[in-house]
Nanobody, 126 residues
Framework: QVQLVESGGGLVQAGGSLRLSCAAS????????MGWFRQAPGKEREFVSA???????HYADSVKGRFTISRDNDKNTVYLQMNSLKPEDTAVYHC????????????????????WGQGTQVTVSS
């Protein structure tokens, strides 16, 4: 099994930036698509961004141009740089690893991922 641990969340004013990290341990392999999702109180978990093991990326329209996903396969770590944050970005952010080994698809559905971190809280004040 793989364990995913997120870090880097916190409280920031609107317009500010945060960088989230997701460190993988255990049965790690770089040949998986990794994703970031978020869940606000009372709402369903929603897709934010995904990155294939080859480095291709995909973003939700709501974060495109503001967030950047990246990965360091040597460090088994995925990052989410979040700029120009808005109050509506407030949520618990989770990283996840896709089920399919070796694939390069950029999955946006929750069911395509089978390993999840506990999440890190991001709060953006207005």
């Amino acid at each position: 099994q793989v364990q995913l641990v997120e870090s880097g969340g916190g409280l920031v004013q609107a317009g500010g930036s945060l960088r989230l990290s997701c460190a993988a341990s255990g049965r790690t392999s770089s040949r998986y698509t990794m994703g970031w999702f978020r869940q606000a109180p009372g709402k369903e978990r929603e897709f934010v961004s995904a990155i294939s093991w080859t480095g291709n990326t995909h973003y939700a329209d709501s974060v495109k141009g503001r967030f950047t996903i990246s990965r360091d396969n040597d460090k088994n770590t995925v990052y989410l740089q979040m700029n120009s944050l808005k109050p509506e970005d407030t949520a618990v952010y989770h990283c996840a690893r896709a089920q399919a080994y070796g694939g390069t698809a950029l999955y946006t559905g929750v069911r395509s991922y089978d390993s999840w971190g506990q999440g890190t809280q991001v709060t953006v004040s207005s």
